[in-house]
Every structure is written in C-alpha cells, then in structure tokens.
C-alpha cells in the first residue's frame, strides 16, 4: 500500500503518480491525485494537476485493472469520526465542501473508469463475497 502525501510543489504530480503506476505487482493507494483534484482547489484555488492528466492516470488504473473506490458518508458522521479519533476536525462547512468536491470529482471519473462508492453511513461495509 502506498500512502500519499502531499508532493512537494517543485515536484511534477502528474510525473510521480506515472512512475508510480508503472511500477510491476499490484499497488492501492489510501489517496492519490485524486485528493489534489479535491484539495487543490479548495485549499490553493487551484490544482497541480490538470483534468488530462488525470484521466490519462485513470487510464494507466484501467490498464492495470485497477478500480477507483469512494468511500463515503454524510459530512456530519465524517466530522464526528474525525472528533472522536483525532479530537479535532474541520468545521461542517468545510466537511461538506470536500465532500461534494470528492462526489464531483468521482463522478466525472466514473465516466471513464470503474468507480465503486460505498456508505459507511452504518459504519460497516458490505461483504465483498
């Protein structure tokens, strides 16, 4: 599993997430360019890396059969969550603006590659068999 962090800016994005999706065997990313598509512009008032990019990464995923998975839930559960984990969290606002940001950003990716969004509403997922 690869964890992403934020790239340094004087990185390409576009460029490092490549190299990565080249790379042999199986990989899952907990975050990837998609977060910068959500974060960019609500954070920065602009994302480091473009809709082409992106969909050509979604491609590179699909060569690979690879699936894209949204996890979600109302922004109200999620700051909860954050609360009781983290003992802080963003406000309800900001929740929900990277909620609807994520749900956007998904379902424009969803036209061109698999996505699989599940709740977590009832805080448990389904059975994968």
Same mark, same amino acid.
């Given at each position: ?63 690979? @059969?690879?699936?894209? =998975?949204?996890? $979600?839930? %109302? ?6 969550? +954050?609360?009781?984990?983290? &003992? *802080? ?11 609807? @940001?994520?749900?956007? =950003?998904?379902? $424009?990716? %969803? ?6 969004? +599940?709740?977590?509403?009832? &805080? *448990? ?5």
């Amino acid at each position: 599993m690869i964890h992403s962090p934020r790239t340094p800016d004087h990185l390409d994005l576009a460029t490092r997430y490549r190299e990565i999706l080249d790379r042999a065997g199986r990989i899952l990313f907990d975050r990837c360019f998609v977060s910068e598509l959500v974060y960019g512009p609500l954070h920065r008032g602009r994302s480091r890396i473009t809709w082409s990019d992106a969909l050509d990464l979604a491609e590179r995923v699909i060569d690979r @059969a690879g699936l894209f =998975v949204h996890l $979600t839930t %109302a922004p109200p559960v999620i700051r909860r969550r +954050l609360l009781d984990r983290d &003992g *802080e969290a963003a406000g309800l606002e900001e929740v929900t603006a990277l909620v609807t @940001a994520y749900q956007r =950003v998904f379902s $424009t990716l %969803a036209d061109y590659t698999k996505v699989l969004t +599940l709740d977590a509403t009832a &805080g *448990e997922l389904p059975s994968a068999g």
